[in-house]
């Protein structure tokens, strides 16, 4: 599983409040996604990063913010979070050699009231 | 703009059946196509990943097949069983970081 962990993995907040997604991994990896996925849209990628304090935006990068101060560790922030940001979100790393094999975490589910 | 497709949505197939999951993308220039199985609520797991310089890449009952020319790539399941049962994504890799993915097929094998 590429030793990815995801935290929290259900949260509940309310609109406004700023929120923190972990992403974890434990094998070095270079490469972190961010990806939200949601019915209708499959997944779609929000950031991502290329190594410590080195990120760039995806797709859907607007309203996020992301942070990557160690290897093991990818944040995604939503400042100010808002309804159409409840969705279930998905760290993801590429996997060692030049396949850009994807690997995903379990997911985080975000409700937004 | 790079769009990935998947036919159809759903299928409900019976024990044993051979069948076939069609994916298609607008871009050929793509980098490599991966195919995923994600259960409900669960993260997803990758399948095969077919590089763009390969036409096909095989694991166990799994078969999966790349056409860049005409922008499509198949998954075969031979042998179908009830725990094959899950949603399947394929995903279009473009310029090493932008991956496309479908909407999914939802499979359905029925005992």
């Known amino acids: 599983d590429a030793g990815i962990t995801q935290s929290p993995r259900h949260k509940v907040t309310e609109t406004g409040t700023p929120v923190t997604l972990r992403c974890h991994q434990t094998e070095n990896h270079r490469y972190m996604y961010w990806y939200r996925q949601d019915p209708g849209h499959g997944l779609r990628l929000i950031h991502y990063s290329y190594g410590v304090k080195d990120t760039d935006k995806g797709e859907v990068s607007d309203g996020y913010s992301v942070s990557r101060s160690k290897t093991e560790d990818f944040l995604l922030t939503l400042e100010s979070a808002t309804s159409s940001q409840t969705s279930v979100y998905f760290c993801?790393?590429?996997?060692?050699?030049?396949?850009?094999?994807?690997?995903f975490g379990e997911g985080s589910r975000l409700t937004v009231l | 703009k790079q769009e990935v497709t998947q036919i159809p949505a759903a299928l409900s197939v019976p024990e044993g059946e051979n069948l076939v999951l069609n994916c298609s993308f607008t871009?050929?220039?793509?980098?490599?196509l991966q195919w995923f199985r994600q259960d409900p609520g669960k993260g997803l797991t990758s399948l095969l990943l077919?590089?763009?310089?390969?036409r096909e890449q095989t694991s166990g009952r799994l078969n999966a097949s790349l056409d860049k020319s005409s922008g499509r790539s198949t998954l075969y399941i031979a042998a179908s069983q009830p725990g094959d049962s899950a949603t399947y994504l394929c995903a279009a890799t473009y310029n090493n970081n932008d991956m496309r993915f479908g909407a999914g097929t939802r499979l359905t094998v029925k005992p």
């Open positions: 871009d050929s220039a793509i980098y490599n």
């Open positions: 993801a790393i590429r996997g060692f050699g030049d396949t850009g094999e994807l690997f």
């Open positions: 077919i590089q763009s310089s390969q």
